[in-house]
């Protein structure tokens, strides 16, 4: 069993940054940031293998989210940029304890944090 801790999370104006880390108590395969707004479904926000560094994003994080991992810390971050009110969500971290087929979608990962808030202000 692993467990996820996030934090970070918080009120933010519109533009600013956030920085979510997200330290597991073991080692996993796959480390991944998913978001859940009011109302919507949870998305896929990013991911990370542990061996590699290999990273994915959803289309509208380009360029301004970036997710990466310190393996000393055993701690993913997702570090947000120029952030939109439309980012205001419960962000997830989620770890993968094997290899799966779509890294994108929820179902292959196996332990989930208990969210962090994020609100951005207009």
């Known amino acids: 069993q692993v467990q996820l801790v996030e934090s970070g999370g918080g009120l933010v104006q519109a533009g600013g940054s956030l920085r979510l880390p997200c330290t597991a108590s073991?080692?996993?395969?796959?480390m991944g940031w998913f978001r859940q707004a009011p109302g919507k479904e949870r998305e896929f926000v990013a991911t990370?293998?542990?061996?590699?560094?290999?990273?994915d994003y959803a289309d509208f994080v380009k360029g301004r989210f970036t997710i990466s991992r310190d393996n000393a810390k055993n701690t993913v971050y997702l570090q947000m940029i120029t952030l939109k009110p439309e980012d205001k969500a419960v962000y997830y971290c989620?770890?993968?304890?094997?290899?799966?087929?779509?890294?994108?979608?929820?179902?292959?990962?196996?332990?989930w944090g208990q969210g962090t808030q994020v609100t951005i202000s207009s």
């Open positions: 989620a770890a993968a304890m094997r290899p799966n087929t779509n890294s994108a979608s929820g179902r292959g990962y196996d332990y």
């Open positions: 990370i293998k542990w061996t590699g560094g290999i990273t």
């Open positions: 073991g080692r996993t395969f796959r």
